[in-house]
């Protein structure tokens, strides 16, 4: 019986204008929505599925500016950076290939991987074809500049909707997943 691969599943928020962050990073918007409910927007199942992250160490430090104790700590976290000598308890930090790095990962035994971005490394695993899964909230704010989801020049890559869910406030939860004739 042939082993299924892990899958690499951008899960993220963008403004309708696909920024995931503004200019400096933060992402103080994300709360600007109210959410009466609590709703976690799936969240806590797509967490449960997923054992390892994905994540460029831009996305990294605005994690740790939260001011909140590191949120993946039962995870494998990988944060990518150019800069070598880092170090913090909760992740292992790649200095080496992305697309090398998470092709293998791939294809160890193991449950999904989410990639938490920056737009770089969207960028880079979109235009190598290890985007399996899109994930995408949209939060109804025109940020007008910041962070692009998708950084540099992504490849035109074709996507099929496969579930689309809307909320009261306004916030829009997209999945996608790139379709098979995609060269």
Request: glycine share 10%; no cysteine; net charge neutral.
């Amino acid at each position: 019986m042939k082993r299924r691969l892990r899958k690499v599943v951008l899960y993220i928020a963008t403004g309708i204008d696909n920024y995931i962050a503004r200019k400096d990073g933060s992402v103080d918007w994300l709360d600007a929505t109210p959410n009466p409910e609590k709703l976690d927007y799936g969240y806590y199942s797509f967490y449960k599925g997923i054992d390892t992250t994905l994540m460029g160490n831009g996305t990294f430090q605005e994690v740790l500016g939260f001011n909140v104790p590191f949120p993946y700590p039962d995870k494998t976290n990988y944060v990518f950076s150019r800069k070598t000598g880092l170090q913090d308890p909760n992740v292992a930090f790649v200095n080496e290939d992305v697309v090398g790095f998470v092709a293998d990962l791939k294809q160890q035994k193991g449950m999904d991987i989410w990639l938490v971005g920056g737009g770089q490394i969207n960028t880079l695993l979109l235009n190598a074809g290890l985007v399996d899964e899109m994930i995408i909230t949209r939060i109804p704010v025109v940020l007008g500049e910041g962070i692009p989801m998708f950084s540099g020049i992504p490849k035109e890559t074709v996507l099929d909707l496969k579930k689309s869910e809307d909320f009261k406030n306004g916030i829009v939860q997209l999945t996608y997943v790139p379709r098979n004739d995609n060269k």
